[in-house]
């Protein structure tokens, strides 16, 4: 890991663990303006901080460890489109008022789905939307927009339907929209990767945690080989996924399919860790007073986002069969 | 990467070009034809100085740091050598205690052996020690200048074909079993050892059984001091450092065109399920490979953490289980009829049900999945330790 990435990654831990496991849209929201996340994406004659992949990453890890409402994933899109749109006059107000904390948002659902705009965060806090269409991306405003929240399982999160009333300012036409949508559902499928390994590793914690303490039998359960090593399986899983991640993030050539993959795997595993950590919590773990079920929803909610595993690794699957030649 | 190592790098890969066996594998259908290979082509790494990059720098090729390691087993990944199998154990398990524990004499008299091919193994493993190494039996008595060694050595890697053999034998059966080993240099062709094949599930045999009956080792051949044999083993167990999993990671995803060409010849190449099993797995083996090369690149900066190195071989033996295992469905029953395997092949060969039952070597030797899993829960997430005492079923409370 590089000096950097783990500079980033304590300050955002300590920055987001202040407000506790899913804390409240405000509070947590002004936290991600304030260290300047929104900022991280952005060059630096734009006004941001000019960084890299990787410390994306390290945010994004650290906004599921806590499972962080709000819409930075979107967000961030929206950022990067309008970084990309030089030809804009409005392009530098809308990034200030985008890196300060203004709520713009974008759908998550799959790239080729994206006309209908659902699973989009955050709507009703939301001043502009992102609109992404074959050969056509535009910002509109969504001043008088029809929106309605479909209520998931997921309560750290709010997603909604939009219906825009116009295109709005469009950022890019033609092949450079056709380019420009492929990178940012590439910088989707990242974040949620990202997202989900950090909650993978929290949820991890928070289990060995519990069979730490938990006693029946009188020893702890951690004191059971059964339990241990199901943990020690997670805790594999996880670490092959996380070395995977920081290798993807640090690759520039890295681009949709390989993202996707990535993402397939990362939502896999988040999955898997938290299923079975609902399971070795036993009675506690189905109840709403604890935190495992925050994790299972978020796991599942990422894994249906951006298009699902089934998907990518089918993408995969066609992509390797391609590669692979003797 | 630095200018020096990408240097390095263009250097291997163009030696390997020029000097790397080409089709070996056709040729290897005997024991006799896959020594031949092996020994040829330790002969031709030791003329180019890349067969013991691990060994001070006087030695040809040596004096090179992990990194530089690092991309030479990349690259012999990568060109699809054949992996040495023969000489491993003596250029890195042996050389490497001999550099840490042999006094001057015994490295003037065993380091320069290995590098005109003579082969060690080791002599660790009993019947009745397996996961628990300290449990080992075989007997050392002390005789004037002598050891008197009887026992039995088992899963002795290449060792029905080797000269010689690190040998850990038990001195003493006072105080904690570790304390009471000793760490002997044993010639293999002393009077009294008996090495026997061990004909595996998938018909290789690259480890032996040795029987030790009388055995006479001179003093002067005990590495460290009586009692010390637990330490010095440690040395032989640790001399790898990681670039055998990551040279395996690699070559597993070199390998990934032998289930691609499966899935042509079946027609298969438009079936949903099948392209994301193969996918998946791709991701996995990548997975993998990241998480090789990450350990490595800890281990070089000295991060390692304990129990990081049974991250590693976990998600490896996994991964090569669900590799082959895809290969056996993929391939159908046409890998139920028996072929005859390649010797020395590596553990991806497309021989489906040959290689899916050596996947087990990786699942089962070098420390089990469930011993990995103990040390991964135990010291590196903290977890407590297995209970000292324990009660059968049945017995009286």
Redesign the interface.
């Known amino acids: 890991m590089s000096t950097e990435r783990a500079e980033l990654r304590d300050a955002a831990r300590k920055a987001f663990s202040a407000g506790g496991l899913a804390p409240a849209f405000d509070a947590s929201w002004n936290t991600v303006a304030e260290m300047g996340a929104l900022m991280m994406a952005v060059p630096e004659e734009l006004g941001g901080l000019g960084l890299d992949r990787e410390a994306s990453g390290a945010i994004h890890t650290e906004l599921g460890r806590t499972l962080a409402p709000g819409p930075a994933i979107a967000q961030m899109l929206v950022i990067e489109a309008l970084v990309a749109a030089d030809g804009l006059a409005e392009r530098q107000d809308l990034l200030d008022r985008a890196m300060a904390g203004e709520v713009m948002t974008a759908s998550l659902a799959r790239a080729d789905a994206w006309g209908s705009l659902t699973a989009v965060p955050d709507a009703d806090r939301a001043s502009h939307l992102l609109i992404v269409r074959a050969g056509h991306i535009s910002l509109a405003p969504l001043e008088g927009a029809e929106i309605t929240l479909r209520e998931t399982w997921d309560k750290t999160r709010r997603l909604f339907e939009v219906r825009p009333t116009g295109d709005g300012l469009v950022l890019a036409q033609g092949d450079a929209a056709t380019a420009l949508a492929q990178q940012l559902e590439a910088q989707m499928l990242f974040a949620l990767a990202g997202d989900s390994l950090g909650g993978a590793d929290a949820i991890l914690e928070l289990t060995i945690e519990y069979l730490g303490t938990r006693r029946q039998f009188d020893r702890p359960l951690a004191l059971f080989q059964a339990l241990k090593h199901r943990v020690a399986d997670m805790k594999t899983w996880l670490s092959a996924a996380e070395a995977l991640f920081w290798n993807r993030a640090a690759d520039n050539t890295a681009g949709l399919q390989e993202l996707g993959a990535l993402k397939a795997h990362a939502t896999s595993v988040y999955r898997a860790i938290a299923e079975d950590a609902v399971q070795l919590h036993g009675g506690i773990g189905l109840t709403m007073e604890h935190h495992c079920h925050l994790f299972l929803k978020r796991a599942t909610l990422n894994n249906a986002l951006g298009g699902d595993a089934d998907h990518w690794e089918e993408q995969a699957g066609r992509r390797a069969l391609e590669k692979a030649v003797a | 990467m630095t200018d020096a190592l990408e240097t390095l790098r263009h250097d291997v890969r163009a030696w390997l070009e020029a000097n790397a066996p080409k089709d070996w594998r056709a040729a290897c259908t005997t024991h006799e034809a896959f020594l031949q290979t092996q020994r040829d082509w330790f002969a031709k790494l030791v003329e180019g100085g890349y067969a013991v990059p691990h060994w001070p720098a006087e030695w040809p090729g040596g004096g090179q740091g992990l990194a530089e390691q690092k991309v030479l087993y990349e690259e012999l990944a990568r060109a699809d050598t054949p992996r040495l199998l023969l000489s491993f154990m003596s250029t890195y398990h042996a050389a490497s205690t001999l550099f840490e524990w042999g006094s001057a004499e015994q490295q003037a008299r065993y380091i320069p052996r290995i590098l005109e091919g003579e082969i060690w193994c080791q002599g660790f493993s009993e019947p009745g020690a397996g996961s628990d190494l300290a449990a080992v039996r075989t007997r050392a008595e002390r005789r004037g200048d002598v050891y008197v060694v009887n026992g039995q050595k088992l899963w002795s890697t290449m060792g029905q074909f080797a000269d010689k053999c690190l040998l850990l034998v038990r001195t003493s059966t006072d105080g904690v079993k570790q304390a009471g080993l000793t760490y002997l240099l044993l010639d293999l062709k002393a009077k009294g050892v008996t090495a026997r094949p061990i004909h595996q599930i998938h018909g290789d045999e690259e480890f032996a059984e040795l029987f030790l009956d009388d055995v006479e080792i001179p003093v002067e051949d005990r590495l460290g001091a009586e009692g010390q044999g637990w330490a010095v083993a440690q040395s032989t167990l640790s001399s790898e450092r990681g670039l055998t999993l990551l040279e395996l990671s690699a070559r597993m995803r070199g390998a ?6 499966l ?2 010849e079946n027609g298969r ?1 438009s079936d ?1 399920g ?7 797995l ?3 083996i ?3 490979c ?2 090789a ?2 350990f490595l690149a800890n281990r070089i900066a000295g991060l390692e953490r304990v129990g990081d190195a049974s ?1 590693v071989k ?2 490896y033996s ?1 991964t090569l289980r669900e590799f082959t295992s895809l290969g056996l469905r993929l391939g159908g029953l046409e890998t139920q009829y028996h072929e005859p395997i390649i010797f020395g092949g590596g553990m991806e060969t497309g021989n489906w049900m040959a290689d899916f039952m050596n996947s087990y070597a990786w699942t089962i030797a070098g420390g089990s999945d ?1 011993v ?3 040390i ?3 010291r ?5 330790r ?2 000292k005492t324990w009660t059968l079923a049945g017995d009286a409370a």
């Open positions: 990934l065109w032998r289930l691609a060409d899935i042509r190449e949903a099948v392209l994301r099993d193969f996918g998946r791709a991701s996995r990548d997975a993998a990241a998480i090369d990450q991250l976990l998600t996994r469930e990995q899993r103990n991964i829960a135990e590196l997430l903290g977890m407590p297995e209970p």
